[in-house]
């Protein structure tokens, strides 16, 4: 398994950005799917944005046009760049990974705030 930390999360103003940042322990070259999830007080983990090996990219919809995911496999990173946040967008951010067998790593998580 490989090991995920993140980092860039904080408390923002609304309309203001943020770029979190997951720094893997070993090489994602071959790994299938990077992911960001998140999970607000009170609600469920959800899919924020994924990248393939391949760079395909998936987002959710409340962050398409303001999200945008990027991996680096030189630096065995995969970022999260975060624009025109919302308050509705405040919760834990969890790096996860996928390998093509289905299994999953997850990051400790970062606290993201938007707020006034």
């Known amino acids: 398994q490989v090991q995920l930390v993140e980092s860039g999360g904080g408390l923002v103003q609304p309309g203001g950005s943020l770029r979190l940042s997951c720094a893997a322990s070993r090489s994602i070259f071959n790994i299938y799917v990077m992911a960001w999830y998140r999970q607000a007080p009170g609600k469920e983990r959800e899919l924020v944005a994924s990248?393939?090996?391949?760079?395909?990219?998936v987002y959710a919809e409340p962050v398409k046009g303001r999200f945008t995911v990027s991996r680096d496999n030189t630096k065995n990173t995969v970022d999260l760049q975060m624009n025109s946040l919302k308050p509705e967008d405040t919760g834990v951010y969890y790096c996860?990974?996928?390998?093509?067998?289905?299994?999953?790593?997850w990051g400790q998580g970062t606290q993201v705030t938007v707020s006034s």
């Open positions: 996860n990974s996928r390998t093509i067998l289905n299994i999953h790593s």
């Open positions: 990248i393939t090996d391949r760079g395909s990219t």
